[in-house]
Each structure stands twice: as structure tokens, then as C-alpha cells.
């Protein structure tokens, strides 16, 4: 995740939970972090946009790039064909096995997320900061912010 992403949220949830000093920024920073990452997870989706290295096996068949939304396939010495489909899902075709570079992401930037999964990261971060050694869930409201953003696979990607 880019660092500048990070430092947006670590803003993000110290203005949510009114902290003005600056003396726990690496805490509010690391569950920041955590955030994001726990949000790419649940969704099945990179959220901000960067690019992402795939090593793929050879095959004569289309193989689907491990990471969604794909924007654009920049890279990969034995990539015979490309594709990106309506749903962002990147297909290659290799003619050997080998390394595929991509960029793939929701949005561009912190400020391009959706708002509500901007939303669900900042309570995200805010719920891991204030629940700090004690085994709190975390809030419903971050599952259902999320949710309709959730991507899921039964089996491996066909085409």
C-alpha cells in the first residue's frame, strides 16, 4: 500500500476519534495499515491502484491475474495474449511460464474509494485503536459497508 495512502487514513481516523497529539501517530499509522489491508482482504479487491508482479505458469489456456480490479496489463516476457474483462478481471495466455506485471485497483487514490469503504477502514482503524489489547469484534457497520463491494470465487476463474 502506498505510504501516502497510509498517512491519509492514519488523518482520517485521528480526526474521527478527535486525537490531536501527534505522540501515538505510529500506533494510529499501524492500525491504518492493518485497516487497509483487512479491507483488500474482505473484499477480494486491491483498493488503491499500484502495480503488482504475477508469476504464471505456462499454459495455452486464459489464466486470470491473481489481483481485481486490473486496470492494466503493462508487462511480462511470454505473455502471448491479453484481456481485461467488464468485471476487471485480467486475463492472460502464456507461451512460457513467467512473470506478469499489472496495475490493478479500485481507485487511483484515497480520495477516489467509494465512501463507504473509505468509511469502513476509517472505523476499521479507529476500532484498533481504541479496542488495543482487548478482544473486541469489530464494528457490524464495517462487514456491511463493505459487503456490497465484496468479490468472491467458488473454484478457479474459467474462461
Given at each position: 500500500m502506498p505510504a501516502a495512502v497510509v498517512a491519509e487514513v492514519r488523518e482520517a481516523a485521528r480526526g474521527y476519534l478527535?486525537?490531536?497529539?501527534?505522540?501515538?501517530?505510529?500506533v494510529i499509522e499501524?492500525?491504518?495499515?492493518?485497516?487497509?489491508a483487512l479491507a483488500?482482504?474482505?473484499?477480494?479487491?486491491?483498493?488503491?491502484?499500484?502495480?503488482?508482479?504475477?508469476?504464471?505458469?505456462?499454459?495455452?489456456?486464459?489464466?486470470?491475474?491473481?489481483?481485481?480490479?486490473?486496470?492494466?496489463?503493462?508487462?511480462?516476457?511470454a505473455v502471448a495474449a491479453v484481456d481485461i474483462d467488464a468485471n476487471g478481471t485480467g486475463w492472460v495466455r502464456m507461451a512460457a511460464?513467467?512473470?506478469?506485471r499489472f496495475v490493478a485497483g479500485l481507485?487511483?487514490?484515497w480520495a477516489g474509494l467509494p465512501p463507504a469503504v473509505a468509511q469502513g477502514v476509517v472505523l476499521l482503524a479507529a476500532h484498533l485503536i481504541e479496542a488495543r489489547g482487548r478482544d473486541l469484534a469489530p464494528p457490524a457497520a464495517v462487514g456491511a459497508l463493505w459487503r456490497p463491494w465484496r468479490r468472491m470465487r467458488i473454484g478457479s476463474a474459467r474462461r
Open positions: 478527535r486525537i490531536v497529539a501527534r505522540d501515538e501517530d505510529g499501524g492500525a491504518a495499515a492493518a485497516a487497509l483488500e482482504g474482505f473484499t477480494g479487491q486491491a483498493l488503491i491502484a499500484r502495480e503488482h508482479v504475477a508469476a504464471m505458469a505456462a499454459a495455452g489456456e486464459w489464466r486470470a491475474l491473481p489481483v481485481q480490479p486490473v486496470r492494466s496489463i503493462t508487462g511480462g516476457g511460464a513467467g512473470e506478469v481507485a487511483e487514490d
